[in-house]
């Protein structure tokens, strides 16, 4: 038995092209594996927990619960729209979860991996509260980007523990955050490095995941903060003033989504996650590897539960070949920028899986998702698929299935192409293998000239469409878990209930097939209709780019209280333990200061020295990844990339910028 899972989708806001990666392919996979007579569960849910639903929902005037309300049941029409059919589809605010995460919670106090511990944290003395996660803001203290409470969203990606971030400031307000001393509760990270070390090696999944967990438990494990300041949330036994954090909470949903999925199915959720009967495959996006690969099968320890078996990681999305991002309006939203539209669900399905290898990145460009349907779903699969099924129907009606063998061959070489692809989570791969069997189709039927062999010997025509149709019968066994929908109306006309077929189906030619009238499978997609969506994207681009110009003006005596000079860098040396940091040693004419600076993904120490930069001189001092940063170094931010501003012309160190 296997039990796929799907990382929660957050219920705080619509499902984007970006969510995408991780439901279609994992909905494919179930498919193939059913296909194949495996016996799958497959269980996902909303997250309906964490500080950012609290917030958001604080600002709309709701409570948290009827923001969830409305989300949870938008990602239900996404992936009723989309085909993507879970056997249960929960929530983590609901009883039975809260009861699960609080039984696992207590197993792990007692076995003593919990302990309470007085921290610092940031408090907002304007608003009277503690400041978790998403209601703070800072700096991050690795390496120096603008981040969130919990996570370093712009720069290192690091996920932050309470009281870690830098120059805090309250999310809701704007105040300066000051911090206070309070009781919260830490879960033994550090007693799982020998365990974890141990677990990624025999860890099955994409390498991308495998990769990214080994490299960050090579490094000190620090204990985790398991406990927050909210009232919305898993309440912490024996503390009614704490919640669980949401990244404990969230993933014991694959747990108690497990557990009424098997009651549907009459099953026994305990030989899953207790006994270990069954392999569990978590499939994520790359963002949350720290998360899956890490906290949690430390916790599944813990508390004697069963560990996944695999973990596969998508690669990130990009808009138009720019990063993904809501705020910057590279975004494509599922509902009113596709669905809405009239677009096929079974085209989006398609680009998704076949645009690229699972664990590369995935650019979404309208022009592109043009070409792939014009050319490929319709000028291959259903051109092939339209031009038999038309001849056979209008010729023959029913069809003698007199096969040649070396069809049959294509087919067992499709079969294998797509089972191999499947076993490494190459979706791209198994696409590919039925659309060739396409491709092979389309060559048959041309070379056969059924068109002209019925002229005069109709026996040759029906034994050369027979030959045909049994590729078209094969094609949509095969094609089936990533076209659902098409292929479900193809099998109705020729006689085939496809959900019920299993793969060795597409080698069992029966005696006849009877074809009834054909349809086109897929609708052109038209110049004018990308040119309107091209259009749409690009005003909501601009209009988040005036967004960003509408910012906070400052006067001419504010700006004046900033020291900006041009300094000289006389040495410059990566920081340890960092891709991004360099430590700058900087002349201003006669005073030198250090900076730290995220620019060693940019430049080499050599090309750093002797260059002359933008430098803040009168900024508040701070250690970034332990190392003193007196001063800033300004530069130019092109896409993630930090581009350091320098002077036209050759100008005297220390001179001020005005």
């Not at 009723?80 to 059919?85: D, G, H, I, N």
């Not at 199915?265 to 030989?271: N, T, Y």
Request: net charge neutral; hydrophobic share 40%; aromatic share 10%.
């Amino acid at each position: 038995m296997k039990l796929v899972t799907c990382g929660l989708p957050y219920a705080n806001g619509k499902a984007h092209i970006g969510h995408l990666r991780t439901y279609i392919p994992a909905d494919v996979y179930v498919r193939y594996l059913r296909l194949r007579g495996e016996e799958v569960i497959f269980v996902c849910g909303s997250d309906s927990h964490g500080t950012p639903i609290v917030v958001n929902a604080e600002q709309q005037g709701l409570k948290p619960k009827e923001l969830v309300d409305i989300y949870h049941k938008h990602f239900q029409e996404i992936f009723k729209s989309l085909r993507v059919e879970f056997d249960f589809y929960g929530r983590t605010d609901s009883d039975y979860h809260h009861e699960r995460t609080r039984e696992i919670v207590k197993k792990m106090i007692e076995k003593g991996y919990v302990y309470p511990k007085e921290i610092e944290l940031a408090y907002c003395p304007n608003c009277e509260r503690f400041l978790p996660d998403r209601y703070v803001e800072g700096i991050c203290p690795y390496c120096g980007a603008e981040a969130r409470g919990d996570e370093c969203d712009q720069g290192c990606g690091r996920h932050l523990e309470p009281g870690e971030i830098l120059k805090p400031r309250c999310k809701i307000c704007g105040t300066p955050a000051i911090f206070k001393k309070q009781k919260h509760y830490f879960f033994k990270l550090s007693a799982f490095k020998d365990f974890l070390e141990d677990y990624l090696e025999k860890l099955k999944g994409t390498e991308n995941a495998l990769n990214y967990a080994k490299e960050w438990v090579r490094k000190e494990l620090k204990d985790w903060c398991i406990t927050r300041n909210l009232e919305w949330g898993v309440k912490f036994p024996g503390e009614e003033d704490l919640v669980v954090y949401v990244w404990v909470d969230a993933p014991i949903g694959y747990i108690s989504f497990t557990e009424k999925a098997c009651e549907k199915l009459g099953k026994d959720w305990r030989e899953i996650w207790i006994e270990g009967k069954a392999d569990i495959i978590h499939f994520i996006g790359l963002d949350i590897v720290y998360h899956h690969c890490i906290f949690w099968p430390a916790m599944l320890k813990a508390a004697d539960y069963a560990l996944p078996s695999a973990v596969v990681a998508s690669g990130m999305v990009k808009v138009e070949g720019k990063t993904f991002s809501k705020s910057r309006g590279y975004v494509v939203w599922v509902d009113e920028d596709y669905l809405n539209e009239g677009f096929d669900p079974d085209c989006l399905r398609y680009y998704v899986v076949n645009y690229t290898s699972h664990q590369k990145d995935l650019n979404f460009s309208w022009e592109v998702y043009k070409e792939k349907v014009n050319n490929e779903l319709i000028a291959t699969l259903g051109n092939f698929i339209y031009r038999v099924l038309h001849f056979a129907w209008r010729n023959f009606g029913e069809v003698k299935m007199n096969v040649d063998g070396e069809v049959i061959e294509q087919i067992r070489l499709a079969m294998n192409k797509i089972d191999e692809a499947i076993e490494k989570w190459e979706f791209k791969e198994a696409s590919d293998a039925f659309m060739e069997l396409a491709s092979y189709g389309n060559v048959y039927f041309q070379n056969a000239q059924p068109w002209e062999l019925i002229k005069n010997d109709p026996e040759s025509a029906e034994r050369a469409v027979a030959s045909c149709l049994a590729l078209v019968r094969a094609l949509t066994i095969l094609a089936y878990p990533v076209l659902p929908s098409t292929m479900e109306k193809i099998g109705k006309l020729i006689g085939l209930d496809v959900s019920k077929a299993k793969l060795e189906d597409a080698l069992k030619i029966p005696d006849k097939i009877k074809v009834e009238k054909p349809f086109v499978p897929f609708e052109k997609v038209e110049d004018e209709k990308i040119a309107k969506m091209e259009k749409k994207l690009k005003e909501r681009i601009e209009k988040a780019e005036k967004g960003v110009e509408k910012r906070e003006l400052v006067t001419i005596e504010e700006f004046g209280r900033l020291d900006i000079r041009i300094g000289k860098i006389i040495e410059a040396e990566k920081v340890k333990g960092s891709k991004k940091l360099m430590k700058l040693k900087i002349d201003l004419g006669g005073e030198v200061k250090q900076a730290v600076a995220g620019i060693a993904e940019n430049y080499s120490e050599e090309e750093l020295k002797g260059k002359l930069v933008v430098v803040l001189a009168n900024i508040k001092p701070a250690k970034i990844r332990g190392v003193d940063s007196e001063v800033m170094v300004l530069a130019a931010d092109v896409d993630g990339k930090a581009i350091l501003l320098t002077p036209e012309k050759e100008v005297p160190v220390g001179v001020k910028v005005r």
